[in-house]
């Protein structure tokens, strides 16, 4: 029986025990509505009247950036950036635009060098941070799904197309392109006719297969400031008229820009359409009732880049953002009423590890070895292996198989059981507040003892390279059983992450000091939860998971 149903008796018969962070068994979810002033339904209205549903920006509080967004009928889908995480290309799907849940990626890995397996390749890179996959395009036509997106480090460069008809299937590769197409936007003419739009506004005609066909098949004329440069395009049309939509900073500030046209391949005049506290990058989607909204993000710094919903009018054939004052307004209405009072996305979720398949939101931080962990050697158990040994024992950046979850803000607190009976010497096996400057907590052994202990990450340069070395560890406490539990508690307001430990998974004891989380474009994602274990002395130790849990705080 899981060692967690031991706990919640326990819990149960120490009522009266002293007060600590327990554990929550019905965590708060991610994105709650905004309560509607005066009641959730109109006071004259009938029984029968559709009650509204309110939600608060960002949409999805936690790091989803570069969204693009398609629909297929009643449904959407979308596309974002997860970099090095692996398997990449996530696709959500909502029924409201407000509600979101993975629901498959467009592949497993990538396998362009062993730097994606976190091992040296010829050019002396041993990891992709700060690359991978980024700014997808997502389209649906004529009964297909498309996504694009660019990698790239070293030499190794490319753009590649994937298409399906079953966005929660099997996605295929239909083309691959050795060259970045950075921040390039797919776009179908009304004849089915293929094109790129790239972040610098040439147009590529692309052949049926998806291959290119004339390169500088047209420009956009884009009359912007020198030394500005215009990032993530996304390519519409819209009643006849070509819109392409793009984020520049002019003095520093994101914003949207908005070029429009009567022809693919004409005069583009321009404007900015929204200039609101640097959200920006993104596109527009419609409702089947005719509704528009803009779609971008905003920088939450350590948290990562979080996705906002913005109301869309038109006049003049001119996209206007915003509410009266063109701000990004803090709270809105649920574009889509589908009578979900509680609408929220699931980026983030409690796993028991029940399934034998893992579950959607976890992601590896770079590619796993899929020989190293198990759900069904042990069932009900994350089991994570050793084979290589770290030369660097402080090194939890090359590390294999770092099993990740998104955090959440404003606050959220994660933690874990782990049962470490059957580590070697050398092993470290714990719960990480990853990112470039993160913390750890951690379980070590070491001449065939047990020790707990916290510390935290800081940039060093070596070789010329700016790389992370641990501190030196923050604290330690001996540990003389089998189970023990792991806890982070972080907060976005003021980037800061405190760790804890458990001997019976109700009572938590802080360890170590504060770790200090500094976003950083050395990695250029949210910091996350992180579960990892790996070898500095010999191979072929192993710890189980028996659960994660996640509270917002």
């Excluded at 400031?225 to 003095?251: L, W």
């Excluded at 990112?435 to 202990?453: A, C, D, H, I, R």
């Amino acid at each position: 029986m899981k060692t967690r149903l031991y706990v919640l008796i326990a819990v149960l018969v120490s009522a009266l025990y002293a007060c600590s962070d327990s554990p929550a068994t019905e965590p708060e979810q991610e994105n709650n509505p905004a309560e509607q002033p005066g009641g959730s339904q109109d006071e004259d209205s009938g029984d029968e009247q559709e009650r509204k549903v309110y939600f608060t920006n960002p949409v999805i509080n936690s790091d989803v950036p570069d969204i693009c967004i398609t629909r297929a009928g009643e449904d959407y889908y979308m596309v974002s950036t997860t970099m090095y995480f692996m398997p990449g290309a996530p696709i959500m799907h909502s029924k409201d635009l407000v509600s979101w849940k993975i629901i498959g990626y467009v592949f497993d890995s990538l396998d362009e060098s062993e730097a994606n397996n976190l091992e040296q390749n010829g050019d002396g890179e041993s990891d992709i941070y700060a690359k991978g996959q980024w700014a997808s395009s997502i389209r649906y036509h004529d009964g297909w799904f498309y996504v694009m997106f660019a990698t790239g480090f070293g030499h190794f460069n490319h753009t590649y197309i994937y298409k399906t008809q079953d966005p929660a299937g099997k996605w295929q590769l239909a083309q691959k392109f050795d060259e970045i197409l950075h921040d390039s936007s797919l776009f179908f003419e009304d004849d089915g006719t293929p094109f790129i739009i790239t972040f610098d506004g040439e147009i590529i005609e692309l052949d049926k297969d998806l291959a290119i066909k004339t390169r500088n098949f047209g420009k956009l004329n884009m009359n912007i400031e020198q030394g500005v440069q215009c990032e993530g395009c996304q390519f519409f049309k819209v009643d006849g008229k070509y819109y392409a939509f793009f984020m520049y900073r002019p003095g520093g500030i994101r914003k949207v820009l908005c070029l429009k046209s009567n022809s693919l391949t004409g005069y583009y005049s321009q404007r900015v359409v929204l200039d609101d506290s640097g959200i920006a990058q993104g596109g527009i989607i419609d409702t089947p009732d005719g509704k528009w909204y803009g779609y971008f993000f905003q920088d939450m710094w350590p948290l990562g880049r979080c996705p906002y919903l913005v109301p869309c009018t038109w006049d003049g054939g001119w996209p206007v953002m915003g509410d009266e004052n063109g701000d990004v307004p803090r709270e809105m209405e649920v574009p889509v009423n589908t009578g979900n009072l509680f609408p929220r996305s699931e980026v983030l979720v409690n796993d028991d590890f029940d399934s034998e398949k893992l579950g959607l939101t976890w992601q590896w931080n770079h590619n796993p070895d899929n020989s190293l962990w198990s759900l069904t050697e042990r069932p009900g158990y994350m089991r994570l292996k050793t084979r290589r040994v770290m030369a660097d024992a402080d090194d939890i950046f090359h590390a294999p198989n770092t099993l990740t979850q998104r955090t959440i803000g404003d606050k959220c607190s994660g933690w874990i059981s782990i049962d470490v009976s059957n580590m070697k010497d050398g092993d470290r096996a714990g719960l990480s507040v990853f990112g470039f400057y993160g913390g750890l907590v951690e379980v070590v052994k070491e001449n065939g003892k047990y020790e707990l202990s916290m510390s935290r990450y800081n940039q060093k340069i070596v070789g010329g390279k700016e790389t992370n070395v641990r501190e030196d560890i923050d604290d330690t406490v001996e540990l003389t059983q089998d189970v023990v539990y792991l806890k982070a508690d972080c907060d976005f307001v003021s980037s800061k992450a405190i760790f804890y430990y458990s001997l019976d998974g109700y009572k938590w004891n802080r360890i170590g000091g504060e770790t200090t989380l500094i976003y950083t474009l050395m990695h250029f994602t949210g910091y996350r939860f992180g579960i990892f274990n790996y070898a500095t002395q010999s191979s072929g130790g192993y710890v189980d998971i028996d659960y994660f849990e996640y509270k917002k705080l």
